[in-house]
């Protein structure tokens, strides 16, 4: 069985310039997570999509950040425009749905770097 | 949810059980205690979860403490791909859960 996928695996942008990441999820999972993660720290959730419709987007930063799930099956995340504090690997994860006991199974992320 | 207290690093000879502690004390009776683990530059990944009973599969054993307040991940037998950081994370049941990690413990099996 496929994993979860994301690309690119690294990126590396000047501040100031727009950059998106994609995910595909498992197939089948109708709930797809975008996180963040610091170096050294734990992911933070950004948005939480049921099928289509973001049910949880309180901690995505609206001013640059944006998420689109078309179709609901892949994701895009895109900031624009991007700041050297947007440095982190941005993970995609996703579910057989929102319940607690579907576990969440995380693709491998895309390290972003902002010069 | 619950917040979690977890060593910020453990040390395991290979071969031994690792025992990973992680203090609850304010999870209420609703609340699961979930652990996941992250190997250096992957995703997070599930290992095991658990409410009230003690819990086994194929990769860890969960210990929940009788009152429920903190609980113990055993690796059985360590190897060197069990090197990662470990989280542990209480969260509520139902729909709307969130996975809320903390700094989680690194666990580092040694030759």
């Known amino acids: 069985e496929a994993g979860v996928v994301q690309s690119p695996r690294y990126k590396i942008i000047e501040k100031k310039q727009p950059v998106a990441f994609w995910c595909n999820p498992i197939s089948g999972h109708n709930t797809l997570y975008w996180y963040l993660q610091n170096l050294g720290q734990g992911p933070e959730l950004l948005i939480r999509?049921?099928?289509?419709?973001?049910?949880?987007d309180s901690q995505l930063p609206k001013d640059r950040f944006s998420a689109e799930r078309l179709k609901g099956v892949d994701s895009t995340l895109k900031i624009q425009p991007a700041e050297l504090g947007d440095s982190a690997v941005y993970l995609c994860a996703s579910s057989l749905g929102l319940a607690v006991y579907n576990e969440q199974f995380f693709g491998p992320g895309t390290r972003l770097t902002v010069l | 949810d619950a917040k979690t207290t977890q060593p910020t690093s453990m040390d395991c000879a290979e071969g031994r059980a690792a025992n990973l502690p992680c203090n609850h004390s304010t999870i209420s009776g609703n609340e699961y205690v979930y652990w996941y683990r992250q190997i250096h530059s992957q995703g997070p990944q599930y290992i095991i979860h658990?409410?009230?009973n003690n819990e086994t599969n194929e990769m860890a054993s969960l210990i929940i403490t009788e009152d429920r307040k903190s609980s113990t991940l055993i690796l059985p037998h360590a190897t060197l791909r069990d090197t990662a950081v470990y989280y542990c994370i209480v969260i509520s049941g139902g729909s709307n859960y969130k996975l809320t990690f903390g700094k989680g413990t690194l666990l580092t099996v040694n030759p």
């Open positions: 658990g409410l009230k």
């Open positions: 999509y049921e099928n289509e419709e973001a049910v949880d």
